[in-house]
């Protein structure tokens, strides 16, 4: 059976060594089921820990985890827009992310008929372009805290659009639009509560971003794509069973569109994974000006020199895939090394691409 393998002494050793070096309060972000990882098993192992306040993207995985950890705060981090959504923030106690005046007074009517008080924090929009309060608006947001008072505003935040090591310059324009929002709202007599602007490449490139907290995805799971002196370790492995061993004579085609020709005869072995469980697929190249274009060709063409083949580990060994990975099947060269039917095959797999019916496991 194919199981992605979730090892959970990485993804602690990722949260102490996040934890250490930014030196505030980590918040982690379970969206998309925990970036593969299964967000209520991945938030208990952080509760317990000692995390108390998590974030994820969608009202559901907001429920679904308010439910599992009861004693935690979970911060919603895209808006909301209808009432049937507010009931639902307010039901399941949320803490719901504030990004116009017109969501504010939805919330606040909300939480106001069910006699409670819903905790938000304010989303601020200093360039991401998708939601939140545009820093000229900071003065709305004030007026919302001041007289809507089944809101409780206990923090703010903003999400960095270019932090990916090279553009310096806009990150701190960012962070120098966030702080003027925060410092209306506090010359309006407004107490912003936990502000928190850095995503992982931030925390781990921006001692200055750092603020009151950081929220943080991808490092949880060693994934970044930023170089870094932290000790974070890959979270994440696909394991699968040699289905079976056999031999191939010389000049003998493998797998579809004969993409590869054996040279002399080779030991084989057939793996029941492939694009179906999410092996080996990748994000689609999404954007389409001139020099994204020539930035991924230069990316291919240098990859082609490096020999950046497709890899599995038996027993240890590295054994390289042979042939096009197909729907349900790969093709492994095992003729170097000793191994039969039943083995385990492992692939080093980032857990937000291996499809949702993989079983995960725990270790
Ligand atoms: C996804 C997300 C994060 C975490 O991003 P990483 O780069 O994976 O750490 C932080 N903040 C917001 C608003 C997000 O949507």
Redesign the pocket.
């Known amino acids: 059976m194919t199981t992605l393998v979730v090892q959970t002494d990485k993804l602690l050793n990722n949260l102490r060594a996040v934890q250490t070096a930014a030196g505030v309060p980590v ?1 982690p ?1 379970l ?2 089921n925990a ?1 593969g990882l299964g967000d209520v098993a991945v938030g208990k192992l952080l509760f317990d820990a000692g995390v108390r306040l998590f ?1 994820v ?1 969608r009202i559901e995985e907001a429920e679904r985890l308010a439910a599992a950890l009861p004693q935690a705060e979970v911060l919603l ?2 808006p909301y827009s209808t009432e049937a959504e507010a009931r639902r923030i307010v039901a399941s106690g949320v803490t719901a992310a504030v990004g116009s005046y017109d969501s504010a007074v939805l919330l606040n009517g909300i939480a106001e008929q069910c006699k409670v008080r819903c905790r938000v924090h304010f989303l601020f929009d200093t360039g991401m372009g998708r939601f939140g309060f545009l820093p000229e608006e900071a003065e709305k947001a004030a007026q919302a805290a001041k007289y809507l008072k089944n809101i409780e505003v206990c923090g703010c ?1 903003s ?1 960095l659009s270019n ?1 990916f090591g090279r553009d310096r310059k806009g990150v701190f324009h960012q962070l120098a639009l966030f702080t003027k929002c925060v410092e209306t709202l506090r010359r309006a007599e407004i107490e912003p509560g936990l502000v928190h602007l ?6 781990l490139l921006y001692p200055q971003l750092r603020l009151g907290a950081v ?7 060693g994934r ?1 794509g930023v170089k870094n002196r932290l000790p974070l370790k890959k979270v994440g492995r696909l394991e699968s069973e040699i289905c079976e061993v056999r031999w191939l004579p010389a000049k003998h085609n493998i797998g579809y569109g004969n993409t590869f020709r054996t040279r002399k005869p080779m030991r084989v072995a057939v793996v029941p994974v492939g694009y179906a469980d999410g092996l080996f697929v990748e994000r689609k190249k999404d954007t389409f000006r001139f020099r994204d274009t020539l930035r991924y060709g230069w990316q291919d063409f240098k990859r082609f020199f490096r020999k950046d083949r497709l890899f599995c580990e038996i027993g240890g060994k590295r054994a390289p895939v042979v042939g096009r990975v197909g729907m349900c099947t790969v093709v492994v060269d095992v003729s170097h090394l000793e191994c039969s039917a039943g083995d385990i095959v492992a692939f080093d797999a980032n857990p937000i691409l291996i499809n949702s019916n993989v079983q995960r496991s725990y270790i």
């Not at 850095?198 to 925390?203: D, G, L, Q, T």
């Not at 929220?215 to 949880?220: C, I, M």
Request: aromatic content about 8%.
């Open positions: 918040i972000v969206k998309g970036y974030a993207s981090l895209s935040f999400h932090c850095a995503n992982s490449n931030a925390a929220r943080v995805g991808s490092a949880l799971l970044v």
